[in-house]
């Protein structure tokens, strides 16, 4: 597709329900974002993914979270047992090879709301 | 610990005159700074970027400006449209070269409202 495609736009769910997101890059884009935004704050970084190297996941909040890539396609971002402070904008972003001055496309988000 | 500041929350202003939004920093390793525009229900877009060998970047109605010293930046936009209206975020990275990634830190972002 032409953009960065988030599924679902909406989630709601259930404390200590599991929950997956899905990414879908730009074609070509070797490199993958998540950031999450929490109301009234910024993005936050959570995983990074580069081709085939390791991904950086220093900014994941605990071990709740985790996230997979097949490739330089799809992306999963899994949060078990969730928590109601885990509701916030869920974004991913992709760029063309993850260099430190290119700009990020960004998905439209899934609001997850954890009631 | 937040590492990029955006003091003021909102900010409204009439069209056609200047919109000014601030941003501070605290991490000198910081040396390529971004501002993302963003609307309701939509990602954040990219707006404009500045190295830190620069201390202006100037693109149609927007233009960055970085003052190193102070650990600030700030996005003007001349003239200002009711289109401008959105959140604005700026967001600044470690190492602009191709060894680093873009990982960005971000502000809390900086409503600002256009009046026609």
């Known amino acids: 597709g032409a953009g960065v495609s988030q599924s679902p736009s909406n989630k709601v769910t259930e404390k200590g329900k599991d929950v997956e997101l899905r990414c879908d890059p730009i074609s070509g884009h070797t490199a993958l974002y998540w950031y999450r935004q929490r109301l009234g704050q910024g993005l936050e970084f959570l995983i990074y993914f580069q081709g085939n190297s390791a991904p950086d996941k220093s900014g994941l909040p605990s071990d709740r979270f985790s996230a997979e890539r097949t490739g330089e396609s799809v992306s999963t971002l899994t949060i078990q047992r969730t928590q109601q402070e885990d509701s916030a904008v869920y974004l991913c972003?992709?760029?063309?090879?993850?260099?430190?001055?290119?700009?990020?496309?960004f998905g439209s988000g899934t609001q997850l709301s954890v009631l | 610990d937040q590492q990029v500041k955006q003091n003021s929350p909102s900010l409204s202003v009439q069209e056609g005159r200047i919109s000014i939004l601030n941003c501070d920093y605290t991490?000198?390793?910081?040396?390529?700074f971004l501002w993302y525009k963003k609307y309701p229900a939509e990602g954040p877009t990219f707006l404009i970027s500045i190295s830190s060998i620069k201390d202006k970047n100037e693109d149609g109605r927007f233009t960055v400006f970085l003052n190193k010293s102070a650990k600030h930046l700030s996005l003007h936009i001349v003239p200002s449209q009711p289109g401008d209206s959105a959140v604005y975020f700026c967001a600044a990275s470690v190492g602009a070269g191709g060894t680093s990634y873009g990982k960005l830190t971000f502000g809390q972002g900086t409503i600002l409202t256009v009046h026609p």
């Open positions: 972003a992709s760029s063309s090879r993850g260099g430190g001055n290119e700009k990020l496309f």
């Open positions: 991490n000198s390793m910081f040396d390529y």
